[in-house]
């Protein structure tokens, strides 16, 4: 596979480790159709899929604040990605910040390119990723934030966490030239919207009644038809991250596929087994486990390698989640850290053994030359504990700024009412 590192555009545009060839210098019609189709099934992630995911899964006196977070989110990423994200994450810098040079998309036009791909093409296709990062947090304190803190947290947050930390490993940063394998965003994206859901559950604490008082989702058909959306949508997640219409988008869709259909019925199959029954919500929060542990691996291992991270993606999550809730009493309500996090976590690890071509049916792409399992696992566990541990820090840093600014959390009395009507004076449903 060669080297893992960023490779630079002509116009020094830092492109995702993804297996492109080096700059071209003309256009690919069938890589930026790919890319643009791709964009819009990382949107649809969001919006609808992640919205009506998390709608389902919540009271339905709060189904509205979801959906508004989600949209909220969708537009103050996409402003500040155009003003100063795509600048720090994918401009010319130092290891750690990509610099102002690209601020406000200084220097794109319809005209320049990003390998062989227009450079809004690309800046398009990394918004979106800047867009449902954020908006997986919301699922860590769901039913009891100010909409008002939401809005100041994930500006700060984006600008603070994500797009530095993008640098890092997709901009040409430290991590990447360490040679880190997330091909799609293990790091980027699921470890540090886990880190920032649980550190986020804690500061604010758990929801009235929480541990005490049963709090179902109010309509699971709603989440299944969110949990359908995100599947489909991952393809472009994942897929899409090859920046290219070639076999490893090929090869990333079918693992990604292998393994959510593996966590889903892993899950579902403990379900069974420990409780009698096998759930709906257990089948989709096995599929999104699926997916997001093979998200930083899709692009470097094979269908055996996905399979059994899809199996481990199903056990390890499960246990995650119960011991999250039912152990350490925290109310990451809808589950963001022991499924994306861990998952994250487990993804970016797995992804330094079954990358390896040396592993018979499970084997991957093919490590780096001259560089062994033992000592890609090094540089995975670096990328693992560098992002939990920035991310982690920053965001408890932010939340105590927007604490001082607007405050966090809502009233009892508020809280009891319910985000729809307190928040936006609306009903999720009127009956």
């Known amino acids: 596979m060669g080297t893992l590192s960023m490779r630079l555009s002509t116009l020094s545009i830092a492109l995702m480790a993804s297996g492109l060839a080096a700059a071209e210098d003309t256009l690919n019609a069938a890589n930026t159709s790919w890319i643009l189709t791709s964009t819009a099934l990382v ?9 009506l995911f998390y709608g389902g899964l919540v009271r339905s006196k709060n189904v509205l ?101 993008t640098h890092w490993v997709w901009g040409g940063g430290w991590l990447g030239e360490m040679g880190l394998l997330d091909f799609a965003g293990g790091t980027v994206v699921h470890i540090t919207a886990g880190v920032a859901a649980l550190v986020s559950a804690v500061v604010l604490g758990n929801r009235k009644g929480f541990g005490e008082t049963a709090m179902p989702p109010h309509n699971m ?35 990604t ?20 029954k096998p759930s709906a919500l257990g089948a989709v929060t096995g599929m999104v486990a699926g997916l997001g542990t093979i998200t930083p691996a899709s692009g470097y291992v094979g269908p055996g390698g996905a399979l059994v991270i899809g199996l481990s993606a199903g056990i390890v999550c499960f246990y995650a989640t119960l011991y999250i809730k039912q152990v350490l009493k925290i ?52 990328g693992i504990v560098a992002t939990f541990v920035y991310a982690g ?35 999720g449903y009127d009956l």
């Open 43 to 51: 949107l649809f992630m969001t919006l609808p899929g992640l919205a």
């Open 65 to 165: 604040s979801i959906l508004m977070q989600c949209f909220a989110i969708t537009c103050i990423a996409s402003v500040l990605w155009f003003v100063v994200g795509y600048s720090i994450a994918f401009g010319e810098g130092n290891p750690y910040f990509g610099g102002m040079g690209k601020a406000l998309l200084s220097g794109v036009t319809s005209s320049s390119l990003a390998g062989d791909i227009p450079e809004t093409v690309f800046v398009m296709f990394q918004m979106t990723f800047a867009i449902i990062t954020p908006a997986l947090i919301i699922g860590g304190f769901a039913e009891r934030i100010k909409f008002s803190a939401v809005v100041i947290f994930t500006a700060l947050w984006l600008l603070v966490v994500y797009a530095p930390i």
């Open 221 to 255: 058909t709603m989440t299944i038809m969110g949990a359908g959306m995100l599947w489909v949508g991952w393809f472009g997640f994942n897929a899409g991250s090859a920046l290219a219409a070639n076999g490893d988008a090929g090869m990333a869709m079918l693992v």
């Open 257 to 276: 596929h292998l393994s959510a259909a593996a966590g889903t019925f892993t899950w579902l199959t403990i379900e069974w087994i420990k409780y009698g």
């Open 331 to 382: 109310d990451d309500s809808l589950d963001v850290f022991p499924v994306h996090g861990v998952g994250g976590i487990l993804g970016t690890f797995l992804a330094g053994i079954f990358a390896s071509a040396e592993l018979g049916i499970f084997s991957g792409q093919g490590l780096p030359e001259g560089v062994t399992i033992l000592q890609q696992l090094g540089v995975q566990l670096t």
């Open 393 to 427: 820090v920053a965001t408890y840093i932010i939340l105590v700024v927007v604490r001082a600014l607007v405050g966090l959390r809502v009233t009892e009395d508020e809280e009891r009412e319910g985000l729809d009507t307190v928040s936006h004076n609306e009903r």
